[in-house]
Structures are given as C-alpha cells and as structure tokens.
C-alpha cells in the first residue's frame, strides 16, 4: 500500500511540475491586431525570477490583518516566518506559510490565526482592463476551505521603473482580498498578428511541445514506476521514435529518386538485340 501511494505521489509531481512550466502565469490575447503576450516569470534584466519576490514572499500589513503571498509559486520563508495559532491548511503551526501561495492572518480573541487562500495549483491570470491589454494583469489564488472559499487576488499593473507594492489592502468579502503591485513583468510583449513574430503559430507550436512533454513523461512515469522498466526502454514507444530518423532518410531518398530517375546502377542490364 505504501510503494503505491509513493508511485502515484511521484507521478502526480511530475504531471504538475508540466502543468507549472507549460501554463501557470502566462497569457496570451489578440488585441487590435496585435498579440499581446505575457510571461510573469520570464526572466526580466533587474529581476531574474520575474515577478516572484526575490524574499520567497510579499507581505503587507494593514491594521491587524497581514497578507502573505508569492505570485506564480509557492511561498519560501528565510525570515520573517508567520506565527499562528492555526495554519493546518498552509504547512501547519510549525512551517506556517510553506504550504501555498496565499495566506491572510488575522488577530482573534488576541491570538493570530491564519487562513490559506490560495495555492499555486489554484492560480488563474486574467488581464485587467481589455480594453487597454498592455496595463497589467491580474493573479487570483483560490482555496477552498471548510466552512467558505477563499482567495487574492494581486494586480500586477505594467511598471518599466520597477517594482513597486504592495501598499494597500481591499478585502472583498468574507474570505476574499485584493492588493497590487507594479513590476516591469506586467508589461506585455507586443507581436504583430501579421509579418514579423510568430503569432498564434508560435502559441500552437508552444502547446503541441508541452502535451508532448506531459505524454513524455506520464508515460515514461507509468513504464518506470508500474511496469519496472528502466534506463531508455522506460520511454514510451522507444521503437517508433528511434525508427524516425532512418523513416526520414528513406522518405528523401525516395524524393530523389523520384526526380532524378533510376540511378545507373538500376538501370536494365539487357541490350537491344539486332537481328
């Protein structure tokens, strides 16, 4: 029972790991004829990670209410580490915040009590004004708790000067709050729908490479975990895949041959007879 929970947690790291890479804080929309394309953390020239902090976390502080959080990942604490009463859906008292990607703590009865409002699986991005696609985006993180669902969401408002925030705080219901930022990662990278940039050719291409990568290493998880195959026979359909470049080679020499017409070499043997 055991070696199986360890098999699925392993192949449900690998399945998220792709989702992470391949999806979580990117956007893509047509706007005017135009394509505007954002990738929070793309590494920028003052900010190698992108939008993530570089302290493992944002945090502000509004009267008695503290927001914690990291866009695009989860928290990492080196300082600074919360102190709750209760943090069971955020790592526990012990490793409070190290379990998500949002949390708010509140003072009650004189003791701070913790919440999870986010995770990193939970994220969506949407942009914030379609009207105007290059002002910035917005990051929601949600968490579905007990008794009521809760999330943040952080604007990340188009800033070429550097970051900036977070100042403020808005709390929008009762497990919901909003806060903003302003960072150089909210500005979109603009591509012409038409002549230079890939366009939505670049963006197929971009999908068809991460479904494969997520058959790739499904796959390669299944044969290796499930069916106890190793080394470079755990790829799945090693046969098909390694047979592709002589497949390639005979589909070009066809080609030529085709062209060109049979070589001297296949050229009939018999000459005319003269009677």
């Not at 927001?67 to 943090?87: A, K, R």
């Not at 003791?111 to 002002?135: A, E, F, M, Q």
């Not at 669902?149 to 070429?160: E, K, N």
């Not at 038409?194 to 796959?219: D, H, K, R, S």
Request: proline letters at 5%; one cysteine or more; hydrophobic letters at 35%.
């Amino acid at each position: 029972m055991g070696g199986d929970s360890i098999k699925w947690l392993c192949i449900l790291m690998i399945l998220h790991l792709v989702n992470w890479v391949c999806g979580v804080c990117e956007l893509s929309l047509m706007h005017n004829d135009n394509v505007y394309n954002y990738s929070l953390t793309s590494p920028l020239d003052k900010y190698p990670h992108g939008v993530l902090s570089e302290d493992g976390f944002y945090k502000v502080a509004v009267n008695q209410t503290v927001l914690w959080f990291q866009l695009c990942d989860g928290m990492i604490f080196n300082h600074d580490l919360p102190i709750c009463v209760d943090c069971l859906d955020c790592g526990g008292p012990s490793h409070c915040g190290l379990g998500c990607s949002a949390l708010v703590e509140k003072s009650i009865g004189g003791y701070p009590v913790c919440t999870s409002l986010g995770h990193v699986s939970s994220t969506n991005i949407t942009i914030r004004d379609k009207n105007h696609p290059n002002n910035g985006v917005i990051v929601k993180m949600t968490h579905g708790g007990p008794k009521y669902s809760c999330s943040l969401s952080v604007s990340v408002i188009c800033d070429s000067n550097g970051l900036q925030g977070p100042e403020s705080m808005e709390k929008l219901g009762t497990c919901n709050y909003a806060t903003e930022i302003r960072h150089p990662s909210g500005c979109a990278t603009i591509i012409p729908a038409e002549g230079g940039g890939w366009g939505w050719f670049g963006t197929f291409v971009t999908v068809i490479l991460c479904l494969f990568g997520i058959y790739l290493l499904a796959g390669t998880a299944y044969r290796y975990f499930f069916l106890g195959i190793h080394g470079l026979h755990a790829l799945p359909n090693l046969d098909f895949w390694g047979g592709i470049p002589h497949r390639i080679q005979n589909f070009f020499a066809s080609l030529v041959r085709r062209f060109r017409g049979p070589s001297e070499g296949h050229r009939s043997t018999y000459s005319r007879v003269n009677f």
